[in-house]
């Protein structure tokens, strides 16, 4: 298997001190790429007779990779290494979000309306009337983002207190991409009686909930219960928002490849929390030619102890990964690396499309089928057509908060999965094109259109 390639997740910073000979710095250089590291920025920080001091940026490709780049470095006999520091790690540090008042309080009278007394007359007005909540607090702009733990990242059961850098940094893109206040919500619990009245708990404060990495199945009870239990958006983003941005890449890829939604084969790799809702969605966009795999094979209707949400998409025959993939148009991994081989894609129809979106190591590297494979995209932001829910939860939910919806439709997601495909033009789409950037300030603006729009249709907006 090819290397994956360097990427800022696994940057770093590396203080040196090298002798004040020209072509020291050159030995340096040499070394990192001959071990694979891809230098950036090169700083300088102090210079005398004798020495120089910099600060290089490296990307590597893992932990180890890192590590084998610092020893490379180490092993250059002009240079002295003062400091390494993982650049990941120095952004988390003190955490990544604070709170910040709207209002400045500079004198007794600014508190005495903020505060008490004046917050007192505030009080009674929401209790008289408590829509007046959504204008006198945060509620009409804020989203608590809610996990228990169980399903982060690609990385597993880690708790509570793990799963909060995962959260705070969804509280960072709701801000920078929506302008929506997001608090992290990290229960110690994982029974789901628990969690769902916590929520409920909890849900004056919120004008939505967004689930996260919470695992399968219960995360689907959850969704459930809290959908019927409250009058507010509820949003498991695992689910959902991998649904959207995936249903949106495959809208654009089909043009590529003169395909239609209604004709296509689909095989799905992976039963999970995404998997069955990218499968749902698919279906609501007339695609209905779908196989499901798990890591038993083809979910079957022979197969037994199958929950009610693998049973629904069930099909007559079972057999393994690679008997679903024959003739079929389009692979779709939400599972585990390297499990899907340039030989099972040769097996595909003409002009495949494969979505390798395991993370961080996709079920296929891209450089092993890039002259097979028609359309490829992935999870990763070092490959071309990055499937990232962020195209999709900040406007979804702007768009939910601005028009009070009730609860989120399927249809609501159909329509910001189409609104994000409308924004790759004809004259920009090609195989590396398929999705907008998460940069295109236009993203969160159109899908916060298209989900009100869909949600006055529905019946389920208050304003």
């Known amino acids: ?13 590396v203080r040196l001190e090298l002798l004040n000979r020209a072509g020291t710095l050159a030995k340096v250089t040499k070394a990192i790429a001959e071990v694979g590291g891809n230098l950036g920025q090169v700083s300088l920080i102090e210079r005398n007779l004798k020495t120089i001091k910099r600060e290089l940026t490296i990307d590597a490709f893992s932990t180890e990779h890192a590590e084998k780049i610092v020893a490379a470095i180490k092993s250059v006999a002009e240079v002295n290494v003062l400091h390494v520091s993982d650049r990941t790690f120095d952004i988390h540090r003190g955490g990544k979000i604070h709170i910040q008042s709207r209002i400045q309080i500079t004198s007794s009278s600014d508190l005495a309306m903020a505060y008490t007394p004046g917050v007192g007359r505030i009080c009674k007005a929401i209790h008289e009337d408590p829509e007046n909540v959504y204008s006198l607090t945060i509620k009409s702009n804020s989203v608590a983002i809610v996990t228990d733990g169980s399903a982060v990242l690609g990385l597993g059961n880690l708790g509570p207190e793990a799963a909060l850098p995962v959260m705070e940094g969804k509280s960072m893109l709701f801000k920078e991409f929506a302008d929506i206040d997001a608090f992290p919500v990290c229960l110690a619990t994982q029974d789901v009686e628990e969690i769902i009245k916590t929520v409920k708990n909890i849900a004056p404060v919120f004008g939505g909930v967004n689930l996260e990495d919470i695992a399968a199945p219960r995360c689907f009870e959850i969704e459930k219960r809290l959908q019927e239990e409250l009058k507010i958006p509820i949003f498991h983003d695992d689910q959902h928002g991998t649904a959207i941005v995936t249903v949106a890449a495959l809208i654009n890829a089909l043009k590529l490849v003169k395909k239609e939604m209604e004709t296509i084969r689909v095989v799905i790799n992976g039963a999970g929390a995404a998997g069955i809702a990218i499968a749902r969605l698919l279906n609501k966009a007339n695609c209905t030619h779908i196989i499901i795999c798990d890591s038993k094979g083809i979910i079957s209707k022979d197969r037994e102890n199958l929950t009610s949400e693998k049973q629904f998409f069930a099909v007559e025959k079972g057999g393994l990964l690679k008997d679903a993939l024959v003739e079929a148009d389009v692979f779709i991994g939400v599972s585990a690396p390297k499990i899907l081989t340039p030989e099972m894609v040769k097996m595909m129809a003409k002009n495949p499309i494969v979505f390798a ?17 028609a359309v490829v995209a992935t999870g990763r932001s070092d490959y071309p057509n990055q499937i990232n829910n962020v195209l999709a939860f900040p406007g979804l939910f702007r768009g939910a908060l601005d028009c009070r919806a009730t609860a989120l439709t399927t249809e609501m997601y159909l329509q910001a999965a189409k609104a994000i495909a409308s924004l790759v033009s004809p004259n920009v789409l090609d195989k590396e094109h398929i999705i907008p950037s998460v940069f295109d300030n236009r993203v969160a603006t159109t899908v916060s259109a298209a989900v009100q729009q869909a949600a006055r249709e529905a019946g389920v907006a208050k304003l």
Request: charged share 15%; glycine share 0%; no cysteine.
């Open 1 to 13: 298997m090819a290397d994956l390639t360097p990427n800022s997740s696994f940057s770093l910073t």
């Open 357 to 373: 979106m395991a993370n961080p190591i996709p079920e296929i590297q891209p450089e092993l089928i890039q002259d097979i494979a």
